[in-house]
């Protein structure tokens, strides 16, 4: 064979090197599009409680593309112009509070009371590692009220997110869609709209619009008054 076409060792080495960081940057991606739909999921059922159209929520903005140093997801009320920003790292090593992190979180202080004009604001260390998560609470408390550290699992599919207790996504889902069979397509509809496009910013009304209009036929009621008594009572019952 001709010499020029094997691979050399460094050239092997190379190419795993390659490989791994494509697979770490997809593994990324995939944690933080579960983590804005686990938060999308959460805040509705919050506002569900509270007898909310959801369908007509223009106050509360999902958005991963703001001017911002902690940059994976930025959840905006609109009422009161507070901000949560959130980083995650689907990595014990790369989620370990650690200087460069602190740089960023100081540098998101001061784009949200400079730029933003925000006096309410909160970043968030999010860690698929429980433990690791646990150290950096109290590290990253000491330095500033406003920081916090979240522990939330990272999962290869949606279904395992699904199935996985800790996530309460089973509960969040059943608020807004009874029959537990369609879950997974409910899922699906709702990750579907926030990969259309590279950067996703919409409210949770519009993410709503745009979710109802894949489902067809719609399986989702994103009405109070819509939802059965049974799962109404359960809402009301499982409060946290």
Same mark, same amino acid.
């Given at each position: 064979p001709n010499e020029s076409l094997i691979l050399t060792p460094e050239e092997t080495t190379l190419l795993d090197r390659m =490989? +791994?960081?494509?697979?770490?940057n997809r593994? &990324?991606? *995939?944690?933080?599009?579960?983590?804005?739909?686990h938060q999308f999921l959460y805040h509705t *059922?919050?506002?569900?409680?509270?007898?909310?159209? +959801?369908q007509q929520v223009p106050e509360i903005i999902f958005?991963?593309?703001?001017? %911002?140093?902690?940059?994976?997801?930025?959840?905006?009320?609109?009422?009161?112009?507070?901000?949560? #920003?959130? =980083?995650l790292k689907d990595s014990p090593t790369t989620g370990k509070w650690n200087g460069a992190l602190r740089k960023r979180f100081?540098? *998101?202080t001061k784009i949200d009371s400079q730029i933003h004009r925000c006096t309410s604001f909160w970043h968030t260390l999010v860690c698929s590692h429980e433990a690791v998560a646990d150290r950096n609470h109290s590290q990253m408390q000491k330095e500033d009220a406003r920081y916090h550290s979240?522990?939330?699992p990272s999962h290869t599919t949606a %279904?395992?997110?699904? #199935?996985?207790?800790?996530?309460?996504?089973?509960?969040?889902?059943?608020?807004?869609?009874?029959? !537990?069979? *369609?879950?997974?397509? %409910?899922?699906?509809?709702? &990750?579907?709209?926030?990969?259309?496009?590279?950067d996703f910013r919409k409210s949770l009304g519009d993410w709503w619009d745009a !979710?109802?209009?894949?489902?067809?036929? #719609?399986?989702?009621?994103? #009405? =109070?008054?819509?939802?059965?008594? &049974?799962?109404?009572a359960l809402l009301y019952k499982n409060r946290f």
């Amino acid at each position: 064979p001709n010499e020029s076409l094997i691979l050399t060792p460094e050239e092997t080495t190379l190419l795993d090197r390659m =490989q +791994i960081g494509d697979r770490s940057n997809r593994k &990324g991606a *995939q944690y933080e599009k579960f983590f804005a739909i686990h938060q999308f999921l959460y805040h509705t *059922q919050s506002l569900l409680r509270l007898g909310f159209n +959801i369908q007509q929520v223009p106050e509360i903005i999902f958005s991963n593309c703001e001017r %911002a140093a902690v940059d994976d997801l930025c959840i905006i009320s609109a009422v009161d112009g507070s901000r949560k #920003n959130y =980083q995650l790292k689907d990595s014990p090593t790369t989620g370990k509070w650690n200087g460069a992190l602190r740089k960023r979180f100081e540098l *998101q202080t001061k784009i949200d009371s400079q730029i933003h004009r925000c006096t309410s604001f909160w970043h968030t260390l999010v860690c698929s590692h429980e433990a690791v998560a646990d150290r950096n609470h109290s590290q990253m408390q000491k330095e500033d009220a406003r920081y916090h550290s979240l522990y939330y699992p990272s999962h290869t599919t949606a %279904a395992e997110m699904l #199935n996985d207790d800790r996530t309460c996504l089973r509960e969040f889902l059943l608020s807004v869609c009874s029959d !537990v069979r *369609q879950h997974h397509t %409910a899922l699906t509809c709702i &990750g579907a709209v926030y990969t259309e496009n590279t950067d996703f910013r919409k409210s949770l009304g519009d993410w709503w619009d745009a !979710v109802i209009e894949l489902s067809k036929p #719609n399986i989702f009621f994103i #009405n =109070q008054a819509d939802i059965p008594s &049974g799962i109404r009572a359960l809402l009301y019952k499982n409060r946290f």
